[in-house]
Structure formats: C-alpha cells, structure tokens
C-alpha cells in the first residue's frame, strides 16, 4: 500500500510541476487589427444601427413598398403585412383589366418590391374592385 501511494503522489507531483511550468510560459501572442476604415475591420455598416443610411423599420419599410407599388399602372390601392420577413401585398386593380393586365400588374409589382425590398419575401396578390 506503501508503495502504491508513493508512487501516485510521485506521479501525482510530477503532473503538477510539469502542469504549472506549460502554463505560466510567456504567450507571445500579438492580435492584428485593422484600421477603422470602413473597408477591413471595424465599420459603421451594420444595418441595425439607427445611425446607419441603411437602417430601416417596418414602417419605412412598408412606406417604401407603397410608394413602390402607387408607381405601378391600374393600381387604386393596396394592403401590406409584413410577418418576420415574409411581405403579403394585396394590390386592388379597376374591375374593367383584363386577365392579361391583371396577370401584368402582379408580375410588375413582384418584381419592383423584390428588387426593392431584397430582404423580404414578397407574396403578392392582386385583387379587382
């Protein structure tokens, strides 16, 4: 038994010395930083800040696709939702437009607010009134 623990608290001490010499060495580690110049590093571009050109809320946002939309021929007027980033537009069209017309103002306002509201996922629907 003697023996036994003689040798666990040689074991024992040797880990620890070993232990303690590996972890106070010198880390001569140097971390490399950018300039804060806008292209590397640090920048002022993270859209969630409100000092940001590109900070936007569901307000703006909505405002912007309404504009966009008021751009478009026929249109008389339109609802927006906007769920997480999922965007349902309901656009309403005279009753006279044809299908081919209607089918034409749903393809040109899916494709404006997609171009303008990248971010969203636009679900459009076009409705006579």
């Known amino acids: 038994m003697k023996i036994d623990i003689k040798q666990a608290s040689i074991v024992l001490l040797s880990a620890l010395v070993i232990l303690s010499f590996t972890a106070c060495q010198k880390q001569n ?50 609802s927006i939702t906007v769920n997480g980033a999922v965007a349902n537009v309901r656009i309403d069209v005279p009753a006279r437009l044809s299908d081919q017309e209607l089918a034409a103002v ?21 409705a006579r009134k």
Do not use: C, W
């Open 29 to 78: 580690v140097q971390v490399k930083s950018y300039a804060n110049d806008g292209l590397l590093g640090i920048s002022d571009v993270n859209p969630n800040m409100p000092t940001s050109p590109t900070y936007h809320n569901y307000n703006a946002d909505t405002q912007l696709m309404k504009s966009t939309i008021n751009q478009i021929p026929h249109v008389r007027g339109s």
């Open 106 to 126: 749903e393809r040109e306002a899916f494709d404006k607010l997609t171009q303008a509201m990248p971010r969203y996922t636009v679900k459009v629907s076009v």
